[in-house]
């Protein structure tokens, strides 16, 4: 098993960054592939992005590509979301999720494939 813990969130304003960061315990981080989901108030959880356990492979929803990047430290233990020229609309409770793969390129973008999440980081962006 593995429990997460996201960090990072804030106010911020229209155009800006943030950098969430997702950390993870145990000792077997690199056995999971990752990802980023978020659920604005009154609205479905939505797919941000995702890793694959090496790294190697990523995969954006198309409302942030170009400006979410997401990376991983296996020696760390985290996984971040890089998120540049924020949108009021990007505004929502930003979660972590992992999943325990075999295949180092594997990612997955719907929620039901993934076990394990954390409790969110809450991201506001003012307009």
């Known amino acids: 098993q593995v429990q997460l813990v996201e960090s990072g969130g804030g106010l911020v304003q229209t155009g800006g960054s943030l950098r969430l960061s997702c950390a993870a315990s145990?000792?077997?981080?690199?056995?999971?592939?990752m990802g980023w989901f978020r659920q604005a108030p009154g609205k479905e959880r939505e797919f941000v992005a995702a890793?694959?356990?090496?790294?190697?492979?990523?995969y954006y929803a198309d409302s942030v590509k170009g400006r979410f990047t997401v990376f991983r430290d296996n020696d760390k233990n985290t996984v971040y979301l890089n998120m540049n020229r924020l949108k009021p609309e990007d505004t929502a409770l930003y979660y972590c999720?992992?999943?325990?793969?075999?295949?180092?390129?594997?990612?997955?973008?719907?929620?039901?494939?993934?076990?394990?999440w954390g409790q969110g980081t809450q991201v506001t962006v003012s307009s």
């Open positions: 890793i694959s356990r090496s790294g190697g492979t990523t």
């Open positions: 999720a992992a999943e325990r793969t075999y295949d180092y390129g594997s990612v997955y973008y719907s929620a039901g494939e993934y076990h394990y």
């Open positions: 145990g000792r077997t981080f690199s056995s999971y592939a």
